[in-house]
C-alpha cells in the first residue's frame, strides 16, 4: 500500500488535533486548581495561624533559621495545609517523586507568586534552596530556571568557585540592576560584572544572551527573552 503526501497530511492533521485535545484537558486541569488554590488557608486552623505568621514570614530570608522556626511554631497548620494541598511535596509519602505534572505547575507558580510576598523573596535562590530540601534533579532544577526565562525578558545566572550560586530576572535593565544591588552576598565588584560584563561589554549597549567564566571564579550566563 502506497503511503502518499495526503496519507500524511492527514494523520498529520489527526495527531495534531490529539495534541490538541489533550492541552486543552490539561489546561482546564491547571485552570481548576488556579480557582481552588489554597482555599484551605481560609479556614481553621489554619486561618488562625496565618494571620499570625505571615508578616513575619514576609520579613524573613526563604530558607533561613529564622524562616525554618517560624514554620515549625506553625506545624498544626501546615499538616493540615500539606494534607489538603497536592501541589507541596509534603503532600506525599515519597515527596516529589509522587508528584504529577499539574503539581510541578502549581507548585512553580505557588513559589513565583510566594516570592513576592518576602521582602528579599527570589525564584531563582528559591529553586536553589528547594533542590536541597525537596532532594529534586539538577534537570528539574534547570528546567524550572528555563521557565523563568521564558517569564521575563531578562535573567541572569551565576555560580562561584566558593559555592555561591543563584540569580537575578527582570523585564527591564533597571530593575535587574536594582535587584542584584541589593544582593548582599555579592561584593561591589561582582555585581558590576553581574550588570555591566567583565570587560564592561554592556555598560552602553542592549544586554545579549551570552555565556562567560572569568579565571574559573564566576561563571555568568546573561539571557534576553526577544519575546517578552
Known amino acids: 500500500m502506497t503511503y502518499s503526501q495526503d496519507d500524511c497530511i492527514r494523520d498529520t492533521r489527526e495527531h495534531i488535533a490529539q495534541v490538541r485535545e489533550f492541552m486543552i484537558g490539561f489546561s482546564r486541569e491547571i485552570l481548576d486548581r488556579s480557582l481552588k488554590h489554597d482555599q484551605s488557608k481560609l479556614k481553621s486552623p489554619e486561618l488562625e495561624i496565618f494571620t499570625e505568621f505571615t508578616p513575619k514570614l514576609k520579613n524573613s530570608t526563604y530558607g533561613s533559621d529564622e524562616y525554618k522556626s517560624f514554620l515549625n511554631e506553625m506545624d498544626v497548620a501546615l499538616k493540615h495545609h500539606y494534607s489538603k494541598n497536592s501541589h507541596h511535596p509534603e503532600h506525599y509519602p515519597n515527596g516529589i517523586q509522587d508528584m504529577n505534572l499539574f503539581d510541578i505547575v502549581e507548585m ?88 555591566y560584563g567583565f570587560f564592561r561589554e554592556f555598560k552602553n549597549h542592549e544586554i545579549e544572551t551570552k555565556n562567560v567564566c572569568w579565571d574559573n571564579c564566576l561563571d555568568v550566563c546573561w539571557y534576553v527573552n526577544k519575546e517578552a
Open 108 to 195: 512553580f507558580c505557588d513559589w513565583h507568586a510566594a516570592t513576592m510576598r518576602h521582602d528579599d523573596g527570589n525564584l531563582i535562590k528559591s529553586i536553589s534552596i528547594n533542590k536541597n530540601r525537596f532532594g529534586y534533579s539538577h534537570d528539574l532544577k534547570r528546567i524550572f530556571e528555563n521557565t523563568i526565562k521564558k517569564v521575563y525578558k531578562y535573567s541572569v545566572l551565576y555560580g562561584c568557585t566558593d559555592g555561591r550560586d543563584g540569580g537575578f530576572y527582570a523585564n527591564t535593565q533597571e530593575e535587574l540592576y536594582l535587584k542584584i544591588e541589593a544582593d548582599a552576598t555579592l561584593s561591589d565588584l561582582e555585581k558590576d560584572d553581574l550588570k
